[in-house]
């Protein structure tokens, strides 16, 4: 097996995956499915411990088999996907089509999971895919995920990180997007004991768009760390980063952003703004956002904030009779609303809500 | 003619115009064998009359350097550095001057020409020159009104004679020899520098300054600044360099190490204005500095002002350790980059201290072929409570073969602190060019203009001399950008 990367890796030096070097995982056994799964309505596809479930899945025309993995990028983590996957979704939508949405759900109880999901969208398609990744227990999710956006497709991705506080979580997603295509992506990173999520997204094509958002809650002493890499490989593009993160306890938040800028990607419109609220003397964030710019025509910039909730505000609605709690709930509420912005299915965002009320409420 | 072309001629012209500093000043040297191994750092300490204290000292750093490996992770590229071929010690070869009356006269004809004629500087802006030539201070002015006030402004090799117990206890403090690879090389082979001591609750009564200068061929320049601020004083001081014209690269590795204890204040300008190599990029200064502050007391403050024009690279982050509560961080910084030239360069704020604060403001411009680079990181450790930090970043790209880059780094590790980050990339607005043009500026006064505005929050922060040569500078330094 390829090791680990290490933090002498620039792209890992806040991140140490010793404590997942030390364990030994056995092949995922296998597992019935619990009955608390999410159903929304829309057709569903189950993954459980890495194994396409089609007993728990909705028949979906889009969906092929699997096929075999060959890897071409140096990636650590996606190498080791590639000598162990087994399984994975393989979901094609054809030219024109609008496959409305689509709920993904990983389950895992044990062992080591190294799905590798393929979702391809001919010219002018739209799909909304919403995971959802939960699980019990010590295990190691470790999901590629490569989507390709042909020319004026466009893909939603929803992503609710809910794994289990005893598992590790390490997915890596690459996007690339065509001419006109968009890739709107919101990811809620809130379960795993210490967990990584690696966005790479190419805009090749002129005009193509994307949003890599995400909102980081954390508490115990959980690890979360958000990477993503956006690169402007074509003129006119723009891309829009929003990255919360709420931090209590002894809980550590990590976003690395970098935005790239080849030379012929003039006109280029690159944002990003990541900021952290920490809760607890103990929290801590560390926050890397990078621009590496080779073009002169554009417009790019990046923002960073850390701190703790404003005690003014706090104040402010105290003062109007709500109790402490209630306001700072309402405060966080807030300061995560921008971050969900492209989550514009009703359905999904429903969730999302729920999924941060549990949050807020369990803490 | 269009105006474009007519610029563009303009412009090449200007391109091809020497670099205004590039001569030489012939007078005899005396140099040591090229090359580096211990023999040559025995050489250099025994040259100078150095206690043994000292002498261990550069052979410890020196046995490390030989483990250490050249660092890669800056956003730079040079071939290989042959550290064998250079030469590690030069100096005029007459016993160094008591007085300005003493000093060779084609030095003096030098610096003239630099813009720094001593008597005249000295007169009338009331600064005292601490002129570096190679390895040796030849000059040093208004030591006596500096005396009277207890200050004391010196070489740092003579301050190793007169006053050991200071440079004993602080020399390395601040950054030790095995910090990193230039610094310990520095540490080894140092040749000069500045010495700087303010006595308890003295304010220096001028502004203190020092011209660098790389003279002889293939030789490494390597001083070595120290400056102490005690309880209460405050200093401000100037560097400037300037560099004549070579064909080959030349190593310059300096370290800067300065100490404030309680309601200290030390204000650091520099203008750094080394040879960058000529328009294909060939030859040029390598300029790998390590520079760090310590705000050691209580209030304390120290503030960092660059203006970096010259160099084929620069490699310098100039720190602050804020470990004094209530101690202040600033960093103003311009950097610019023409041609082949490449710059990665920024800062460090460790907040150890409580209510500790810092400021980075920085200005990277970017032309012709050039890659300029900020980095830096702030850190708020878990007892900084009420830490507070506010950085902003900004670069300008003109033209498009080149590159700008921003990598900080920021970690925070107290809740109560409080860290804000901003950094855009643009290229000069087409509208407030055409504004200027439509008064009837030229492309390039134009592009000088908003170039000068665009650097406005660092310039304020020089001292005045300072202000008016560095705006000078990034004129000159952007001939040939536009069109």
């Not at chain 1, 995956?17 to 030390?22: F, G, K, Q």
């Not at chain 2, 040029?284 to 960092?304: D, E, L, P």
């Not at chain 2, 055409?434 to 304020?460: P, Q, T």
Request: proline share 4%; hydrophobic share 40%; net charge negative.
């Amino acid at each position: 097996m390829t090791a680990l990367p290490t933090r002498s890796l620039e792209a890992w030096r806040y991140t140490d995956l010793r404590p997942l070097d030390a364990m030994s995982f056995a092949e995922a056994p296998a597992a019935s499915i619990p009955g608390d799964l999410p159903d929304i309505g829309v057709p569903r596809l189950v993954f459980v411990n890495g194994r396409f479930d089609a007993a728990a899945s909705s028949a979906l025309m889009f969906a092929h088999d699997f096929a075999t993995v060959t890897e071409e990028s140096d990636l650590p983590l996606a190498l080791i996907n590639a000598q162990h996957a087994q399984d994975g979704l393989t979901l094609e939508i054809p030219a024109g089509v609008d496959a409305g949405v689509v709920l993904l759900i990983s389950y895992a109880n044990g062992g080591a999971l190294h799905p590798r999901h393929r979702v391809s969208l001919g010219a002018g398609a739209t799909l909304t895919l919403l995971e959802v990744i939960k699980g019990e227990g010590v295990y190691w999710h470790n999901p590629v995920t490569d989507i390709v956006l042909a020319q004026g497709a466009r893909l939603a991705h929803y992503r609710l990180q809910n794994e289990s506080r005893e598992a590790f979580h390490l997915a890596t997603i690459r996007v690339g997007a065509a001419a006109d295509a968009a890739y709107e992506s919101f990811t809620a990173v809130m379960g795993a004991k210490l967990s990584r999520a690696e966005f790479h997204v190419e805009l090749s094509g002129a005009k193509a768009h994307t949003h890599v958002n995400a909102a980081q809650l954390l508490g115990d002493s959980q690890h979360g760390d958000f990477t993503s890499v956006v690169r402007h490989k074509a003129p006119d593009c723009s891309s829009r980063q929003t990255v919360k993160s709420v931090l209590s306890d002894a809980a550590r938040g990590v976003f690395q952003g970098r935005i790239e800028v080849d030379r012929v990607a003039q006109k280029t419109d690159g944002y990003q703004m990541s900021q952290a609220l920490l809760l607890s003397p103990a929290a801590e964030m560390d926050i890397k956002p990078e621009l590496q710019i080779f073009a002169d025509d554009v417009k790019c910039s990046h923002g960073a904030t850390i701190g703790a909730l404003d005690e003014e505000q706090v104040f402010y609605l105290r003062s109007r009779g709500i109790p402490e709690d209630t306001a700072r709930a309402m405060l966080i509420r807030a300061f995560l609303t921008e971050a969900l912005e492209p989550v514009t299915h009703a359905g999904a965002h429903a969730l999302f809500e729920a999924a941060i009320e549990t949050w807020w409420t369990g803490k | 003619m269009s105006a474009t072309v007519e610029t563009r001629d303009t412009v090449e012209a200007l391109s091809v115009e020497k670099y205004k500093y590039g001569f030489t000043t012939e007078i005899a040297m005396e140099e040591f064998p090229k090359g580096l191994n211990e023999e040559i750092v025995r050489l250099i300490s025994a040259k100078k009359g150095e206690p043994d204290w000292l002498l261990a000292w550069r052979l410890k750093a020196f046995a490390l350097w030989q483990k250490l490996e050249e660092p890669h992770w800056a956003r730079v590229e040079h071939p290989p550095i042959a550290y064998d071929e250079l030469y590690y010690y030069a100096a005029p070869a007459a016993p160094a001057p008591k007085s300005l009356e003493e000093v060779d006269p084609a030095l003096l004809n030098m610096y003239e020409k630099l813009g720094i004629p001593l008597n005249e500087r000295a007169a009338l802006a009331g600064v005292a020159v601490d002129a570096v030539f190679d390895s040796v201070s030849v000059a040093t002015t208004f030591r006596e009104t500096l005396a009277k006030s207890g200050v004391i402004f010196c070489p740092i090799s003579e301050a190793v004679r007169e006053h050991p117990e200071l440079v004993r206890k602080y020399l390395g403090s601040v950054v030790p020899y095995g910090d990193n690879y230039f610094a310990a090389l520095n540490s080894a082979v140092f040749s000069d520098g500045s010495f700087v001591y303010i006595p308890k609750g003295v304010r220096c009564p001028m502004e203190l300054s020092t011209y660098f200068r790389i003279n002889a061929r293939n030789t490494g320049q390597f001083e070595r600044t120290l400056i102490i601020a005690e309880e209460g004083a405050s200093v401000s001081y100037l560097e400037g360099c300037t560099a004549p014209m070579r064909d080959e690269n030349q190593l310059h590795a300096a370290v800067v190490e300065l100490v404030a204890m309680d309601d200290a204040k030390i204000k650091y300008s520099t203008v750094q204005n080394w040879y960058p190599g000529d328009a294909q990029g060939k030859g040029g200064i390598y300029n790998f500095v390590t520079k760090r502050g310590a705000c050691r007391g209580k209030n304390s403050k120290i503030s960092w002002t660059q203006v970096e024009t010259g160099s084929a690279i620069t490699w310098k982050y100039p720190s602050c350790i804020l470990q004094g509560d209530g101690s202040v961080g600033e960093f103003y910084s311009v950097a610019m980059t023409h041609n082949h030239q490449q710059a990665d360069t920024g800062t460090k704020m460790i907040h150890i201290g409580k209510n500790t604060t810092s400021t980075i403001i920085s200005k990277g411009i970017s032309a012709g072929h050039s890659n300029n680079t900020y980095r830096g990181l702030v850190k708020i450790m878990p007892n900084a409570s009420g830490a507070r930090n506010y950085t902003q970043c900004d670069s300008l790209l003109i033209g498009d073969q080149c590159g700008a880059h921003t990598v900080p780094y920021i970690e925070s590790r107290n809740a109560s602190a409080k860290v804000e980050h901003e950094a855009t990339t643009s290229k000069i607005a087409e509208d407030q060019l055409f504004y200027c043009r439509s008064r009837g500026l030229s492309e390039e006064d134009a592009v000088g203009l908003i170039v000068n505005g665009f650097c406005k929050d660092v310039l304020k922060e020089l001292p005045m001399e300072f202000a008016v040569e560095a705006q000078k500078l990034l004129a000159v330094s952007l001939e040939g950008s536009v069109g």
